[in-house]
């Protein structure tokens, strides 16, 4: 075999396996888009910071007797949203899809979440696929906590700089003695 058909199957083979990367990476995002992956992505996000926001007003209540006020909880509920958007995640848990399952896997998925079932000589391999799930579901918890600021620190600065207001403001109202 001479250089030039050597290097024209290597340029050929590097070829057709970007080219299959390309579809799968195609097809892992028409899947995210079928399951709608990211709207619960969001909606996951959105119920964790109310969850969050509640358990520092309820721990301000209890040991202050305040009120968290409700711009605040906005700030802190912006943050969780800017920090935990599907867009700054979306592209890694595509990687981790692609990487776990084969292309044919992709397609049973596709298949099943499109409402065309699953033929029975899948069904074997859609049984293996759901075992996969663990194991993708902790590699993509694994990549959020990796790649993911964190809000606490900006929400114990925002709560303490509510509170050192609340203080300098009550020692600067004039005391009446009787």
């Known amino acids: 075999m001479n250089i030039r058909s050597l290097l024209f199957l290597v340029c050929f083979l590097l070829t057709s396996q970007k080219a299959l990367s390309e579809a799968l990476l195609r097809d892992v995002n028409h899947l995210l888009e079928l399951t709608k992956l990211g709207e619960q992505f969001e909606y996951i996000t959105n119920d964790q910071s109310q969850k969050i926001i509640r358990t520092y007003s309820s721990i301000l209540n209890m040991s202050k007797a305040l009120t968290l006020p409700h711009e605040l909880k906005q700030q802190i509920q912006k ?9 700054k995640f979306s592209g890694g ?33 859609f049984k293996a696929l759901i075992k996969k799930a663990e194991r993708i579901e ?24 509510f509170l050192d207001r609340r203080l300098v403001s009550q020692q600067t109202k004039p005391r009446f003695h009787e």
């Open 79 to 87: 943050c969780y949203t800017e920090v935990y958007s599907w867009e």
């Open 93 to 125: 848990i595509t990687e981790i899809f692609a990487k776990s399952f084969t292309h044919k896997e992709i397609s049973i998925l596709i298949d099943f979440y499109s409402n065309l079932g699953i033929p029975p000589r899948d069904i074997t391999d």
């Open 138 to 161: 902790e590699a993509s918890i694994q990549y959020i906590y990796e790649n993911s600021q964190s809000c606490v620190r900006e929400d114990s600065k925002l709560i303490n700089n």
